[in-house]
């Protein structure tokens, strides 16, 4: 069982930055496809950004050339530096782990509220 812990959330204004942490339970982190997710009121849960083991990654159209997934494996912990946000970024982020038996987890995730 892995357990996430997302943080970093909060209230920022259009055109401003933010950057998520989520840190990860257990000794294996390094060898988990980590992701972030996002969820607004009444829609469906997205894929923002993946990375996998070998560091490769992947973004929503969205999203491309303003947020950035990177990971610290000495820390247990994958990070989306979010700039230029826009008030459609506004939704519950997501921190999801794949393990490499294909099993999966989420963290209980955390408010970005994009608003002047």
């Known amino acids: 069982q892995v357990q996430l812990v997302e943080s970093g959330g909060g209230l920022v204004q259009p055109g401003g930055l933010m950057r998520l942490s989520c840190a990860a339970s257990?000794?294996?982190?390094?060898?988990?496809?980590m992701g972030w997710y996002r969820q607004a009121p009444g829609k469906q849960r997205d894929l923002v950004a993946i990375?996998?083991?070998?560091?490769?990654?992947n973004y929503a159209d969205s999203v491309k050339g303003r947020f950035t997934i990177s990971r610290e494996n000495a820390k247990n912990t994958v990070y989306l530096q979010m700039n230029s946000l826009k008030p459609e970024d506004t939704a519950a982020y997501y921190c999801?782990?794949?393990?490499?038996?294909?099993?999966?987890?989420w963290g209980q995730g955390t408010q970005v509220t994009v608003s002047s």
């Open positions: 257990g000794r294996m982190f390094a060898f988990y496809a």
């Open positions: 990375i996998t083991a070998d560091g490769s990654r």
């Open positions: 999801k782990a794949v393990d490499m038996g294909g099993h999966y987890y």
